[in-house]
C-alpha cells in the first residue's frame, strides 16, 4: 500500500514538474511577444486584448490551475511542499 502511494506521489510530482515547464515556456514565449510588439513593431504599448497575449495568458492561467490541483493532490497523499521545489 505504502509503495502505491509513493508510486502515485511520484507520478504527480513528475506531472507537476512538466507542467512547471510547460507555464515556463509559455511565459517565455509572452516576453517575446511583448518585445516584438514593443521593439520589434514599434508598438507604445502592449494590450492583454491582443489575441496573441490573450491566448498565452488564457494557456498559463489553466495551467496555473493544474498545478495548483496537481500539487493540492500531491499533498493529499502526504507529500510535502519541500518535495515540490526546483532543485
Do not use: H
Not at 10 to 20: N, P
Not at 25 to 44: D, N, R
Not at 56 to 83: C, M, N, S, V, Y
Amino acid at each position: 500500500e505504502k509503495a502505491k502511494e509513493w508510486g502515485e506521489m511520484g507520478v504527480l510530482k513528475m506531472e507537476i514538474v512538466q507542467l512547471r515547464s510547460q507555464a515556463q515556456k509559455l511565459t517565455s514565449k509572452l516576453g517575446a511577444i511583448v518585445y516584438e510588439t514593443l521593439v520589434e513593431k514599434g508598438e507604445a504599448t502592449v494590450s492583454k486584448d491582443s489575441a496573441l497575449i490573450r491566448d498565452t495568458l488564457l494557456q498559463i492561467e489553466t495551467l496555473e490551475k493544474q498545478i495548483d490541483d496537481k500539487e493540492a493532490q500531491f499533498k493529499t497523499k502526504g507529500g510535502k511542499e519541500d518535495d515540490l521545489k526546483d532543485d
